[in-house]
């Protein structure tokens, strides 16, 4: 009998995991499903047509990452220009992002999916999809998270298609309120043909050509070309160790990974759970240190998985080199009582706001997402994966597995970097680990800021400091899942960001 306990983004995706886990399901299968139920219920927040990274830990052999991230389109070889179509968003605190066909990017979390099912799973695809068929054909309450960003999004940016429009606005055009039924039209027959076709048909067959033909005719890149050539590709995964844990994270190119090896470094050495001011400076200063190396080295780097690798070798010597909104991205962590573990992170972006008619699929606008595609739509040769921050994770020691993650942009690795130094360094339970106040440094052009949780008794330090008034979203939504083969189950769903788990299995 194998039981699975997973941490994901809803009530409703965790319940699409317990389903799966009843079903026979291990813990690939399981984070999968709830995976795929988050990204088609969360509108704006993310989507499938964007991008998904999977850690896996199997209990007999090596971590490995499947890299299902975004890439450059243009394999049809079109020089025509793009029109750039700026968003200005008051949404935290003011952001602009680019939208519309010219920013949509190649998607590859289906392929990551379906690549982790076949080699890990234990049980049918189409069983695995079902719960998100379900979801989308009975509707599914629109999240206080999804809400809040379509509070400023949803006109300039998910205004873009009568489809998506339709499904998130009422008749009087005016933005469903939060716990509201969403049906997105089409949504469900879409995800039924993917249950029975697996990724064939978004990647080669009518799927694929309504995607292509819909972003093509509105002014953009990606082609067919682009969508047949996709393949998720399995990584070794940058390994690092903190206390007597042994860290399983993604690797180069995408950043995630590298950074939290960083973020980790000045604790890695430690077993000793002593925490004191000078404990809390270091994680401020690690996170000073890394996040501006990442902002003047690597974001602005032709070869980004050469100038992490540069960069985790000035970790091995010790040596690092001295706006309000929340994420773009869902995130799933489950276990097994087999000591098997899975992470997933996914995003879409902003959301470029284009659904092609007949499809129910939000496109993502990561080729526009300016903070992480420094380049804009000139990011590189066709094929060529986009930066990002995901950082899903999976940790072992003695007889206990760990699966971890969180959503949260630039904090995402600082979020991580905290509950993994709590929970690995500190000692503390793995609730308090998850529940524990944070800080973030918020690393600027010319200065940099401090923002802090509250009742942190902070150090002296010389960046000026932003007070939140509570736990704040802004600060990630760490998800982790604990399996020991001596204590059992332990599961923690960060209280900053509504989320669900489960316990299930047969």
Request: charged share 20%; net charge negative.
């Given at each position: 009998m ?63 990452t ?47 999916l ?29 999240s ?8 400023y999004?949803?006109?300039s ?6 489809d ?29 043909e993917?249950?029975?076709?697996g ?25 067919r ?11 070794p995964?940058?390994?690092?160790t ?54 003047n ?50 995003s ?9 008619a ?44 760990l ?17 993994l ?86």
């Amino acid at each position: 009998m194998t039981r699975v306990a997973t941490a994901t983004s809803s009530t409703i995706a965790a319940e699409a995991a317990a389903q799966v886990a009843d079903d026979g399901g291990n813990a690939v299968d399981c984070a999968i499903a709830a995976a795929l139920v988050a990204m088609n219920t969360e509108p704006g927040v993310c989507a499938l047509a964007g991008g998904a990274f999977v850690t896996i830990w199997p209990a007999e052999s090596d971590p490995l990452t499947i890299d299902g991230n975004v890439a450059v389109p243009g394999y049809a070889g079109t020089d025509k220009p793009l029109q750039e179509i700026a968003v200005d968003m008051e949404y935290g605190g003011g952001v602009r992002t680019l939208v519309g066909a010219p920013s949509v990017a190649v998607p590859g979390a289906l392929a990551a999916l379906e690549l982790a099912a076949t080699r890990y799973g234990e049980i049918a695809w189409s069983q695995i999809v079902k719960p998100a068929i379900d979801c989308a054909r009975s509707g599914f309450p629109l999240s206080t998270a999804s809400h809040y960003y379509l509070e400023y999004s949803g006109q300039s940016i998910f205004g873009r298609s009568a489809d998506g429009h339709r499904a998130l606005h009422d008749s009087a055009d005016t933005l469903r309120t939060a716990g509201e039924r969403i049906i997105v039209p089409h949504l469900a027959d879409t995800l039924d043909e993917i249950a029975r076709t697996g990724s064939e048909s978004f990647y080669r067959g009518e799927i694929a050509a309504a995607i292509a033909n819909h972003v093509q005719a509105a002014g953009g890149r990606l082609c067919r070309d682009d969508l047949s050539r996709y393949t998720a590709i399995p990584r070794p995964c940058l390994r690092s160790t903190l206390a007597d844990w042994h860290i399983a994270s993604n690797p180069p190119p995408a950043v995630g990974g590298t950074m939290l090896s960083a973020l980790i470094s000045g604790f890695r050495d430690s077993t000793a759970g002593r925490w004191d001011e000078q404990s809390l400076l270091k994680i401020i200063r690690l996170q000073r240190s890394a996040l501006g190396y990442r902002r003047n080295k690597l974001d602005r780097s032709d070869d980004i998985e050469a100038a992490c690798n540069e960069f985790l070798a000035l970790l091995d010597d010790l040596a690092i080199p001295g706006s309000w909104q929340s994420a773009s991205t869902v995130h799933t962590s489950a276990v097994d009582s087999a000591g098997n573990a899975c992470a997933i992170t996914a995003s879409a972006g902003y959301g470029s706001g284009e659904m092609p008619a007949g499809t129910g699929l939000w496109l993502n606008n990561c080729l526009g997402e300016l903070e992480l595609n420094r380049r804009g739509f000139d990011a590189g040769p066709p094929g060529r994966r986009l930066p990002s921050n995901m950082t899903p994770g999976a940790a072992r020691r003695k007889d206990s597995v760990l699966a971890f993650g969180s959503p949260g942009a630039d904090r995402i690795t600082t979020a991580l970097q905290q509950f993994l130094v709590n929970f690995m360094y500190r000692g503390m339970p793995l609730r308090d680990a998850v529940d524990a106040p944070r800080v973030h440094v918020e690393v600027g052009e010319e200065n940099d800021r401090l923002a802090a949780e509250p009742s942190l008794d902070l150090p002296s330090q010389s960046m000026p400091v932003t007070r939140y008034p509570g736990l704040n979203m802004y600060f990630g939504g760490v998800g982790a899942a604990l399996y020991s083969a001596t204590e059992g189950f332990d599961i923690a769903a960060d209280p900053r960001r509504a989320g669900g788990t489960s316990i299930a299995g047969r």
